[in-house]
């Protein structure tokens, strides 16, 4: 019997300082606990996606960075040089 007539659910309020907590942290100092849990569900959740969006895309970017990096070095690294000469060293 985990619903109450006044108060949150455990499985709720977990959730809601879950959001709470990756806002203010994930918002480097833009926004404080006493703010953000006190804000309008649609306005918190708002602010939630907006984040998560922006990290999302900063991880493909940096993933789409990094292969081409790796694409890069994996030319550079064995180049396909083939000597035209056939000349042997002098035997001493």
Known sequence: ???T???LTPKYRENVFSRVHEIVFYGQGGYDWDTVYHLPVRY???IYNQIREHYEKQAKEAE???KSMKSKTAQTAKPNIK???TAKAPKK
Do not use: A, H, I, W
């Open 64 to 66: 789409k960075q990094q």
């Open 1 to 3: 019997m985990g619903l």
């Open 83 to 85: 000597p035209t000469y």
């Open 44 to 46: 918190r959740e708002f």
């Open 5 to 7: 007539f006044f108060g």
